[in-house]
């Protein structure tokens, strides 16, 4: 049985109400939404026919039916292959117990960093598997694998900061689970995915909790608002370009030219690289790296001017 397949077709039919889809509501309804059968009957199929798949027993509806059906529940088009993801899963062979994500090509290294915007690369589990400078400037606390703070949900969920970095902290929160659910469904035998998830449903009740409304999303994209320790108020808009074998995401953050946010990037860059010098100088000699610390100093104080 296929208990995601099974829970995630009952939360769809849950949220439809039958005045949405021209179906009397008459007589006393025990369920929320729609029925079995008329869902079977909006998508063209038997009762039973909806009741086995609705079950997860172990058949192989054609993609036509599975359209249909999804056309009934008026799924999104992520939902749509969410579906035809959990059905593939109980009919397709045996897969590896951990998906192998490809590292990042030198080529994809040198467009990484040679953004002038923050730029992060995160993969199907959410690991972040390289950051530009910016980039790890505008995220304090998250670092690239193989940093054991390389995970961007147990950021989310598990590290107060990012409630205090990202001004709409629960979109973003609720974006990821929707982001790993959706992997879920494409790659449910991947162990370490599964485990990721056991370890925050026990120790966050908010993924808990929406872990078990299934919703599903892709990689986002749109504005996000910082507030960031060092320099303040950012507002950026992030673009997911999918790279390599579908397994990985660019994440590239944009300000408006010439807006406040550019100037608080411009003031995030002088600190990434003053930071960047001061860590290096200590290495090579800790007596001479005062006089980065005064313009770190210098930086802070002209961010506090603008906050």
Known sequence: ?????????????????????????????????????????????????????????????????????????????????????????????????????????????????????PAIVVDLRGDVQAMNRLGRALFPGLEPVPSPSASHPR???????????????????????GVLRQAAGRYPRDKQLHALVGELSVASSEF??????HDVDTRCRGPKRFHHPIVGDIVTWVEALQIGEGQSWLYAYAVEPGSPSADALDLLGTWAATD?????????????????????????AVADTRR
């Open 155 to 177: 950021w989310l969920f598990l590290d107060p900061a990012s409630r205090e970095l990202l001004v709409e902290w629960e979109m973003v929160a609720r974006l990821s689970v």
């Open 1 to 117: 049985m296929n208990r995601d397949l099974q829970e995630f077709l009952r939360s769809r039919r849950g949220r439809v109400q039958p005045a949405d889809v021209g179906v009397p509501a008459s007589g006393q309804r025990r369920v929320p939404g729609l029925r079995r059968e008329e869902v079977a009957m909006l998508a063209g199929v038997s009762p039973d026919y909806y009741a086995r798949l609705e079950q997860g027993r172990h058949f192989q509806p054609s993609d036509q039916v599975l359209d249909a059906i999804a056309r009934a529940l008026r799924l999104t088009e992520v939902e749509r292959q969410h579906l035809h993801n959990l059905v593939r899963s109980t009919i397709t062979a045996r897969e590896p117990d951990q998906v192998q994500v490809p590292p990042l090509d030198a080529g994809m290294r040198l467009v990484l960093d040679s953004l002038q915007t």
């Open 208 to 213: 808990r909790t929406w872990w078990a409304e």
């Open 276 to 300: 960047a010098g001061e860590t290096t100088q200590r290495v090579t000699d800790r007596d001479e790296s005062s006089s980065a610390t005064s313009v770190t100093s210098a930086v802070r």
